[in-house]
Structures are given as C-alpha cells and as structure tokens.
C-alpha cells in the first residue's frame, strides 16, 4: 500500500484561510518527502528525507527544525514498494504533462515524482507572508515574488493529482524545486532538465486530513462556482 497524506485542502488558502492546522512533528509521521505552505502563505515548503527546508519570499533558503512550526496545507508521502527509478534524458512541464502524463497513464490516479540533476532553466514563484486579515491565495499570487535562474543542479519533488481532484488539491503536476547548495527554491512555474535521476510512484490511494478542531475550517464557505478555476490560476504553471 503506498499513500498520499494530505493535510486540509488548497480550497482553505482559497478562502483566506492560512493559519497553521498541523505541526511539522505530526506531519512528518506521515510522510519524508513532500511540499506545502507555512502560517501565511510563508514561503515554500519542501521536505526531502525528512529534512524541511522553506523558500521564503525574499528567496532565501532556510532550514527549519523548529517542529512546532504549523502549515495550513501540506502533501507528502513515504516512498513505498510502488516506487520506480526513473531517468529522463530531457524534462520540462510539456514532457510531464503530455508523453510521460500519457505513457504512465496518470488520468486518474495520484503519483509522485522526484528528480534530481542538472537545469539549465528554472523558474519559480514564492508565496509572500501574509498578515491577519488575510488574503485568499489567488489575490496573493497576482502579485507573488518570481525568481528565476539557468545552470543549477537540484532536486524536484511534488505530486500529481488528478482531474477529478482539482477541487481540493491543485490538478496535474505540483512541483517545488530546491538546488544541491540551498540557494534557489520555490514552487516551480517552468523548468528545463537534462539527465534527471530520480523516482517515480503511483499511489494505491490518498489519505486526506481535516483540521476538524479548527473552527474556521468548520464554519468557512467555499466558492464551488469559481474554486477550480481560481486553484488553477494560483497553483498552475506557466509553460
Ligand atoms: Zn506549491
């Protein structure tokens, strides 16, 4: 069996709802690897082997250890026997979306990939913190800091999700990238590999969580009309 753990939903940064719901202690006993976001939409978060590094929103890597730090929304997953070694000569969102998308048969099915070598292109965006009354995702991805940079060599991990999903959790490939010397990360908007080694692994289901003593997550609305679109519009690549 292998899964998927999601904490809340992306639907609650949607509504503006970007209090922590679960501590880095409780989440990683569901997973090492994985990606999310802290208190405030506060950078990006990528956890590799257990290790959580944030992008905060002046691009700076930081490795955090204080495990009382809380996120609103996170995924993450302990590889499992599902998981296949993987090697793409050349990679970029077309490739993953389209042949590799097609050749693994991902339409309705969640998987996970994690890529490591050399980029000669990377572009990403980080999440600014954000401060109470808080802004839904969407306002704050109309004007979020984009780093970009050529010639680095690092890792991609994040998930794919499918269609069907695109209501709680961003549809098609979620990725956040951080480089070997922890001086460029984010949310991946556009990339060019070349020789990427990693891994690869479809998941026989998704665990999904609720922060159900919080009573925001409880009481909030949400927007069924616009929700999938405005997930795309603030989670989507830009190819
Ligand atoms: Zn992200």
Redesign the pocket.
């Known amino acids: 069996m292998s899964n998927l753990f999601e904490h809340s939903t992306i639907e609650v940064l949607i509504a503006a709802k970007l209090d922590g719901t679960i501590t880095l202690t409780e989440l990683l006993k569901h997973g090492s690897y994985g ?3 802290f208190t405030g939409l506060d950078g ?1 978060v990528i956890i590799l082997d257990n290790d959580v590094y944030q992008v905060d929103q002046t691009g700076t890597v930081n490795h955090i250890t204080d495990m009382n730090t809380t996120l609103p929304f996170a995924s993450v997953h302990t590889p499992s026997e599902n998981e296949q070694p993987l090697t793409l000569a050349k990679a970029d969102f077309a490739l993953l979306n389209q042949t590799f998308a097609a050749d693994k048969n991902l339409k309705n099915v969640f998987a996970t990939i994690k890529l490591h070598g050399h980029f000669n292109a990377v572009k990403v965006r980080v ?1 600014p913190k954000q401060e109470k009354p808080y802004p839904s995702l969407l306002a704050v991805t109309k004007n979020q800091p984009i780093f970009d940079t050529e010639d680095v060599t690092g890792t991609i991990v ?1 998930y794919y999700a499918p269609e069907l999903f695109g209501n709680i959790t ?1 549809a098609g490939w ?3 990238f951080l480089s070997d010397d922890h001086q460029f990360g984010g ?2 908007l556009s990339f060019v590999g070349s020789d990427l080694d990693g891994t690869f692994e479809i998941f026989d289901g998704i665990e999904q969580h609720f922060p159900i003593n919080d009573p925001e997550f409880r009481n909030h609305e949400n927007d069924l009309a616009t929700l999938k679109a405005a997930i795309e519009e603030s ?1 989507g690549f830009q190819d």
């Open positions: 990606l999310g976001t990006e999440a994040g961003a979620h990725l956040h949310h991946l989670e």
